[in-house]
């Protein structure tokens, strides 16, 4: 259901993003991007003696993919069509690795809305990226600064 205004979202709410698979290229492009070239991220060799035992995908690369997924599902569906500014990301916590081939979704649900004054609201909401085996791998909460219905 598209969303307009802070009243739009209901606390508890839960919506689940479709869900995209981590290649090498991604890799790649984020390194090239970035300039972190660490080698636990793109050299094989290095990878295999590290506690993984392979090349694991940079915590931020999993981050900004698995933010965007849920806008996948339509633009004002994740976002309010009033949706002013990304007003913060609270609680980031990476609590496990990612490899080239994981398929990751993001899991999110609404927490809680507050109100700023009569044309502002705050949509405070939790996510959960998980792999293909439901394994939590990036957890964090999120504030949107969004528009408020008018008062009829």
Partial sequence: MEKTYMEDFTVGEKLISPARTITESDIHAFAALTGDWHPIHTDVEFAKITPFGQRIAHGLLTLC???????RLGQYV???????????????????????GDTIHNEVEVLELTAKDDARGVVTTKHSIKNQRGEDVCVYTTRMLVGRAPKK
């Fill in 65 to 71: 993919i698995g933010t965007a997924l849920p806008f």
């Fill in 78 to 100: 994740a976002l309010p069509k009033t949706f002013m500014a990304f007003y913060g990301i609270d609680k980031l916590r990476f609590v496990h690795p990612v490899m080239i």
